[in-house]
C-alpha cells in the first residue's frame, strides 16, 4: 500500500512538473512574439519618422523612396506577423493593450503628417514628384494605422475617422479660401482635390463601417484557428 502512495504521488509530482514545464515555455514563446513585434514595430517606426523628415527636407530623390519604403514594410510586417502569433496562437493579454495604444499613437503621427502636407499644399510649392512623396507618405501611414486595427479582434475604426475628417473639412476651406479668395495658381487644383478626395473617401469608409476589412479579418481568423495547434509548442 504504501508503494502504491508513493508511487502515486512521485507520478503527480512528475505531471505538475511537466505542467509546469509546458506553461512555462508557451509563457516564454508569447513574451519572445511580445518583444519581437514591438522591437520591429519600433524600428518600423523609426524608419518612417527619418523618412517623412527627409521627404519634408528635400533630401531623398523619388527612386530611394520606394526602396525606404520597402525596407520599411518589411519592419513593419516582421512586428505584424509576431504581434498576430502572439495574440492569436498564444493567447498573449498584454499586447492587445499595446496594439490600441500604438493604433492611438499611430491616429496622431496621421493627422500630424496630414497638416504638414496640408501646409505644403497651400504654398503651391511642389512639383509632381513631390506630390507623389506626399500620397505615398500618407497612404504608409494610413495602412500602417488599419493593419494595427486588424491585429485587435472587435477594435472599431469609426473614432479614428473623425480627426480625419475635421482635418479635411479644414483642408476643404484651405482650398475654397485658396482660389476664391487669393491669386492662386489653378494649376494646382488637381493635386489639391485629389488629395482632398482621397482622404475624405477613406474618412468616411471608417466612419461608414461597411465592414469592408470583415472578410479579411475573418480569413486570417480562421487561418489561426487552423493552424494554432500545429504552430503551439507541445511542451
Not at 3 to 10: C, E, I, M, N, R
Request: with cysteine; proline share 3%; net charge positive.
Amino acid at each position: 500500500m504504501n508503494h502504491l502512495l508513493v508511487h502515486s504521488s512521485s507520478s503527480q509530482l512528475r505531471n505538475g512538473h511537466a505542467h509546469k514545464r509546458r506553461v512555462s515555455q508557451r509563457g516564454l514563446l508569447s513574451l519572445a512574439m511580445l518583444l519581437t513585434s514591438l522591437c520591429a514595430f519600433g524600428i518600423a517606426m523609426l524608419g518612417g519618422a527619418k523618412m517623412v523628415f527627409d521627404i519634408f527636407g528635400d533630401v531623398p530623390h523619388l527612386t530611394s523612396i520606394f526602396s525606404k519604403v520597402i525596407v520599411i514594410g518589411i519592419a513593419y510586417g516582421v512586428g505584424w506577423l509576431s504581434a498576430m502569433v502572439a495574440i492569436r496562437v498564444y493567447g498573449n493579454l498584454v499586447l492587445p493593450i499595446l496594439i490600441r495604444w500604438l493604433a492611438w499613437g499611430s491616429l496622431a503621427a496621421v493627422c500630424l503628417l496630414y497638416v504638414e502636407i496640408l501646409q505644403r499644399l497651400y504654398l503651391q510649392q511642389y512639383g509632381i514628384e513631390k506630390f507623389i512623396k506626399y500620397v505615398l507618405v500618407m497612404a504608409g501611414g494610413l495602412g500602417g494605422m488599419v493593419g494595427l486595427h486588424l491585429i485587435i479582434e472587435n477594435h472599431d475604426l469609426r473614432p479614428f475617422s473623425i480627426p480625419l475628417l475635421i482635418i479635411g473639412m479644414i483642408q476643404l476651406g484651405l482650398i475654397v479660401y485658396r482660389y476664391v479668395f487669393t491669386l492662386a495658381d489653378p494649376s494646382y487644383l488637381l493635386g489639391d482635390l485629389l488629395f482632398f478626395f482621397g482622404m475624405t473617401v477613406f474618412s468616411i469608409l471608417m466612419l461608414a463601417h461597411f465592414g469592408i476589412l470583415n472578410p479579411l479579418r475573418e480569413r486570417l481568423t480562421a487561418y489561426f484557428d487552423r493552424n494554432s495547434v500545429a504552430i503551439q509548442t507541445q511542451d
